[in-house]
């Protein structure tokens, strides 16, 4: 009796023992089975992920105003083409970097594209301020034409400062936002006029009124506490500012079609693998041109959206419209006599 309860319990044991083997056994195994797995998986992943980038792309205006929408298309169109290979991602409103820091950054590497005004480095080179010369091309086929024109100097200029073009899109036509009614220059007279770079700073010179360095992220509030009354901007930058809410007239003269351009670091274009750098410079050419379009169909919705905030969006006067034609011509002459052989004949070719 005592024999067979010894066996039992030696059965017993040996009954556990095994289900502890098997158990353990088991675990070992799954454990073995998850490590093989994630090791593959990552074997797999990482080549991928290795060729995967990030761009960041600073500009300086707002997430609707027609620039950032474009800008934004592009950037998505980039990742898509790319298969995820590239992301851009658009930052607005001055939210990465201020306007005038932009290209600085870029040029340095800080970020490897960015959005900024032409015309705001005329004081590096003046070739750069072609398309703010007033009433030198005021209309969509006299500022593409400038564009075939400027375009090898600008990118001749970026070039050697390390940096290349993607792809520029114009403002709508430049018009003049007042408190009052104007029917001549001498109207301007004492306004606070808002400036962003050389030229618009001598054109409120010649008006007589009180430049005013203003950038652009920080527009609705000059005019919001009256440090700046009155400047020549876009219908759409009028939008942007809600200029309504403190001036009354939009006067649609036409000034200049100023262009904003997306900049590259070269560098960082290089070091993209020749597939994706052909991608981003076929989608560089398409954003150029959804973007021009974009322009036309802005200038003339953003228009109606003053007039239907209480604005008084009008044609200059015959009187006014002839003053500003003549400030514009020696505005032209102005900047010939700083801008060289090359600016002259910039404007030579577009005037032929």
Known sequence: MTSMHQRVRVDRALQISLQRFLHLGLQRLAAWVVALVTALVTALCLPLLAQAQGWDMPTGYAPTNFHTVNNVAFAEAVGKASGGKLAIKVHP???????????????????????????????????????????????????????????????????AQGLMLMYAVPWPPQGLFVPKEVNAVADMNGL???????????????????????????VAQALATGRINSLVSSAQSGVDYKAWESVKFFYDVQAWLPKNMIIANKAAFNGLDKALQGQLLAEARKAEEAGWASSV????????????????????????????????RQMVDEWLATAGADGKSLVDAFRR
């Open 192 to 218: 606070n006029w808002r400036a962003y770079d050389k030229q618009t700073a001598r054109m409120g010179e010649l008006f007589k009124a009180r430049p005013v360095t203003i950038q652009a992220a920080e």
């Open 297 to 328: 169909r802005t200038a003339e919705s953003t228009k109606q959206t003053l007039a239907s905030n209480g604005m008084k969006v009008a044609a200059p006067g015959a009187k006014l419209a002839g003053e500003l034609s003549a400030i514009g």
């Open 93 to 159: 409103g001055a939210s990465l970097y201020k306007m005038p820091e932009i290209k600085r950054a870029v040029q340095q590497g800080q970020v490897p594209i960015g959005e900024v005004l032409m015309v705001t480095l005329v004081n590096e080179n003046a070739l750069y301020g072609a398309d703010g010369l007033p009433f030198l091309a005021n209309s969509y086929d006299s500022a593409k034409k400038l564009w075939s024109v400027q375009r090898p100097y600008i990118e001749k200029l970026l070039d």
